[in-house]
């Protein structure tokens, strides 16, 4: 049996580039396997790792040489080298990785052409794109997974959307593959979990007495290295015998020295550069740090530093250190990013010899138990050889044929709906465990095991609600127990926190975890002591020691699998320590960490008063009933315009107006008017993001849509007649901007409220103050793009010579020029603006009123005018706003709706599409309503619907 080894850099010094050469080696080393390595790139002349000198290495493209150019024999010139080397990769997107060119697309189909193995086995997702279209069907095809793929980002993209072509993927934490199980679905090709291994050979060991912690990191900002040299410095003095060396080099190296400096570390903080011999490095360490980022998928550093007997402080991320570090055990685990933590950590270690050198016993005993060379290499084979037995299978390509095709479905060419990604550190195999009763004795059929943890399934609960629900689980917990709380008021304002005296720390955490023993409610660790960072059923809250506070939540999740409720609507219980002569200069209380709308101290936890939340009380100080100055207390209504294009009267009406106007009309086309049922997903997004929208108001030609419930008594269909003064003489409209300029005419509509047209939508959980501030002063967010200083033309499409005339009028009234365009995301607008510049500019505003099309003569009312006149006038100020915007006319941007629905990280977002579309309708219609009810799976109250169970 052949396996060949996919690398893009086999030269170079990197995690994936080492566990290749470590599995190659051990394979290689079987008596009928021959391994092979491929790499695209020569970048040295030498392998940056030894292992990889003693393997067949086969390179493509020379970069050692300028210009760069193909290894095996051939007549290219350098100028057809120099030019294919500037040409973009076609196999490789450049979003993907940016490495790839068309030289090396040519020498990879040719290497491919040629290939003669058994396995091909990738190691990054853009290699498997490459690799899955060039390789010959015979040749059984294997992505190793080396990072985690829900944190890749745009790299990522490539394996969703080829990985359905594949034989196998595997990965090295169950965390990762069952991300990607929920993510594909049926289109999964085989799906494995196999850890990297520890090196075999001689390795020299720590003696336990050294006062030196290594670290080996490239020096980029993934790695976080500078939080290791921050909490150093917090213990540097308290330890003056400890010195901190760092292997690695990267482009933060500068800034790393200059902080290092700053410090005044400069002879105990050593920056050394790559080393080749780590083992060497380790054997004279006393502790190892890790604090990367959330891309660290299975550091094989961590298990060189136990191999060698060095006690290891990592940041507990995503996936990797818990699997390998066991807390408290072999070493410690500190929540993502604390440095305060991470230098406690450390100052522990470093200041308990005992406690090191137990550490570092454990460590050489577990982890060759748990991977050993021989224990991993073993999986593999088995692996290998059962795919390569099973390959002439006449299922095996119809499978693969069956998978691509519901990949398609599901979502397009260029999009894969995708399950949430969480931080929630893994369970530990105990918990596991006990997970498993707790889903065996579930009698409803809702609790299911998703994103590693468990779940209940259902499809009837919003943000604000699960927030709610939450808090009330928590409080009845509290309450049930005699434990005395008060509800605090925090800056995040989308969940919920409960203050608790430090004295009854043991008495509220014994009561949660009676409350929710046998029940699928979670608790994150708030700053624990003894126990590991990150989320543990609530029932072993009883046992977990002393913590800062928990963050309780019961995880849910829709029949998708593409929306989980978890620790972000979860009701945080802090733990409030007693304070003397602080700031208040009485004895009061002191937040464990973060602070209050009122502060980081309270005078006391006795509560005064009480504060309402879904129809219940809960008991708060008075502080938090009183109006603070930047509550927004004014109300905040809704408008949307919409249309329907299918609708054959309103198409009559259309054709008609045409022909009597007798000319073309600017920018009239289908794209603006065509309807993708958008209008229930964005009113969904609200329901479930803006949940403080007093009243919303619809603005139609007649029209509603079949599943709107119109009766809704939070929602008013406001009719075109309704609208216009004079609707005999602008009636029937085909132009948004005309309509928009009579939103002020909407009865009942508050003075602050947000314009949404029906392709804007809320991404994630906004407050009032989102768009205003609470003195009436609305927010704008203006754009990059730019208003060119040129006259209206002819030619204009109509939003941009309304952004003109716009322009001019200002101009005129107050000697200033604009020069960019806003955002196209819900504008925040008052009533009484737009009634002034109706009143002010009545010619302009009459004439884009009666333009039943649109046209070079308009004025963009609501999408620009409004908030240049209210910032000249002292009503509006720039604001700042997570935003994207989707072209979906472009296959290219299909991605980012992958992006959107697995990061959730956009304050709002906008699906446009282009003019000049060179797409299939059908395929746009696809991709939208894929995405759509991927991201808003949960109805909104604005639906025609069956009754809902929305009870805990």
């Avoid at 970069?63 to 024999?73: N, Q």
């Avoid at 950590?345 to 010899?353: C, F, I, K, V």
């Avoid at 084979?381 to 299978?393: F, N």
């Avoid at 989980?564 to 002569?581: D, K, L, N, P, S």
């Amino acid at each position: 049996m052949k396996i060949t080894y996919l690398l893009g850099w086999g030269d170079e010094m990197g995690g994936t580039e080492l566990a290749t050469y470590t599995q190659a080696k051990h394979l290689a080393e079987r008596p009928d396997i021959e391994v092979e390595i491929v790499s695209v790139f020569r970048t040295r002349d030498e392998p940056f790792f030894v292992e990889a000198r003693a393997l067949p290495v086969r390179y493509l493209v020379d970069r050692t040489v300028t210009p760069e150019r193909p290894v095996r024999d051939s007549d290219l010139d350098d100028a057809a080298c120099r030019t294919l080397a500037a040409l973009p990769s076609e196999l490789i997107r450049p979003a993907w990785e940016d490495a790839f060119d068309r030289l090396s697309d040519i020498e990879m189909a040719d290497a491919f052409a040629r290939l003669e193995t058994d396995v091909l086995v990738t190691t990054t997702p853009a290699l498997l794109a490459a690799a899955v279209t060039l390789a010959p069907a015979r040749v059984v095809t294997v992505h190793q997974e080396h990072r985690p793929t829900q944190r890749r980002g745009p790299s990522g993209e490539p394996l969703l959307l080829h990985a359905p072509r594949l034989d196998a993927l595997v990965t090295l934490t169950g965390r990762t593959r069952d991300w990607i199980a929920e993510s594909l679905g049926p289109t999964a090709p085989e799906l494995a979990v196999i850890p990297n291994a520890v090196p075999d050979g001689f390795r020299p060991r720590a003696d336990g007495e050294s006062t030196v912690i290594v670290m080996a990191a490239r020096l980029t900002g993934e790695k976080r290295v500078d939080h290791a040299v921050r909490a150093f410095a917090e213990v540097a003095d308290a330890h003056p015998e400890w010195t901190l060396r760092i292997f690695g080099g990267g482009h933060r190296e500068r800034h790393l020295r200059r902080l290092v400096d700053g410090f005044g570390l400069h002879d105990r903080v050593e920056l050394l550069g790559p080393c080749q011999d780590m083992a060497a490095e380790w054997a004279k360490a006393g502790l190892s740090l890790m604090t990367a980022g959330h891309n660290e998928a299975f550091p094989l550093v961590l298990l060189e530093a136990l191999a060698a007997g060095v006690p290891v402080v990592a940041y507990d991320v995503l996936t990797g250190p818990a699997e390998i570090v066991r807390h408290r055990v072999d070493g410690l685990l500190v929540p993502p990013g604390e440095i305060t933590e991470l230098a406690a950590a450390m100052g522990e270690l470093m200041g308990d010899p005992e406690k090191r050198r137990a550490c570092a016993r454990a460590a050489r005993e577990g982890v060759y138990a748990r991977f050993s060379s021989a224990a991993v290499t073993a999986r593999w084979e088995e692996l290998y050889r059962r795919l390569v037995a099973g390959r002439d299978r006449p299922e095996r390509l119809r499978g693969r044929a069956d998978r691509v095709a519901l990949g398609v479905a599901s979502g397009g060419c260029g999009f894969r709906p995708t399950a949430p990604h969480t931080f929630d550190a893994a369970a530990a195999d105990g918990e596991r465990a006990r997970e498993d009763e707790i889903v065996a004795a579930d009698t409803t059929g809702r609790v299911i095991r998703s994103v590693g943890r468990l779940a209940e399934r259902r499809d009837d609960v919003l943000a604000p609600r699960m927030a709610a629900w939450n808090l009330e689980l928590t409080a009845d917990a509290l309450e049930a127990e005699g434990v005395p709380y008060v509800k605090v008021r925090t800056h995040d304002g989308t969940a919920h926190t409960l203050a608790v005296a430090a004295e009854h720390r043991d008495h509220a955490l014994k009561a949660l975890a009676g409350a929710f023993a046998g029940k699928p409610v979670y608790a994150e660790l708030v700053n624990p002591r003894d126990a590991a960072p990150g989320a543990v059923l609530a029932e072993r809250l009883d046992a977990i020691g002393e913590v800062a506070g928990v963050k309780v939540f019961k995880p849910v999740t829709t029949t998708t699998l593409s929306l989980r409720h978890g620790t972000a609507q979860a009701c945080t219980v802090a733990f409030w320590g007693r304070t003397e002569g602080g700031p208040l200069g009485t004895e009061g209380f002191r937040a464990p960490f973060g602070a209050t709308l009122a502060g980081a101290e309270l005078p006391s936890l006795t509560p005064t008063a009480t504060l309402r939340v879904a129809e219940r009380d809960y008991p708060t100080l008075d502080v938090f009933t009183e109006l603070l100055v930047k509550d927004v207390d004014f109300p905040v209504d809704a408008v949307y315009t919409w249309v329907d294009d299918s609708d054959p009267e309103w198409r009559a009406l259309r054709d008609a107006a045409r022909g009597a106007a007798g000319r073309e009309t600017a920018d009239d086309g289908a794209v603006r008017f065509r309807n993708r049922d958008e209008l229930r997903y964005s009113l969904r997004s609200l329901a479930m993001y803006a949940p403080w929208i007093r009243h919303v108001y619809l603005v139609t030609a007649g029209q509603r849509p079949a599943w709107l419930d119109a009766d809704h008594p939070g929602l008013t269909v406001v009719d075109h007649r309704d609208l216009f003064a004079d609707p005999g003489a602008c009636l029937p409209t085909f132009n948004s901007h005309a309509i928009e300029s009579q939103l002020h005419r909407v009865d009942g509509l508050s003075e602050h409220f947000l314009y949404f047209n029906d392709d804007m939508f809320l991404g994630r959980p906004t407050n009032p103050d989102t768009f205003f501030h609470s003195n009436g002063i609305a927010r704008f967010f203006w754009s990059s793009a730019s208003v060119p200083a040129l006259p209206v033309s002819p030619d204009d499409e109509g939003y941009l010579g309304a952004a003109k005339n716009n322009r001019e009028l200002l101009r005129r009234a107050f000697g200033r020029t604009t020069t960019h365009s806003f955002f196209h995301v819900p504008y925040a607008l008052r009533r009484s603006v737009l009634e002034e510049i109706a009143e002010r500019f009545p010619q302009e505003w009459e004439a884009t009123s009666r333009s039943r099309f649109r046209s070079t003569g308009d004025l963009s009312v609501v999408s620009s005018l409004h908030h240049h006149y209210a910032y000249l006038t002292g009503r509006a100020v720039p604001g700042g706003i997570s935003y994207d915007f989707v072209d979906i006319g472009d296959r290219k941007d299909h991605a980012r709706l992958g992006r959107l629905l697995q990061n959730r990280d956009r304050t709002a977002f906008c699906i446009g599409e282009s003019h000049d579309s060179g797409m299939a309708d059908e395929e746009m219609a696809l991709a939208i309503r894929s995405f759509l009810t991927a991201y808003f799976p949960v109805r909104s109250p604005y639906e025609r619907s069956r009754a809902v169970t929305d009870a805990p």
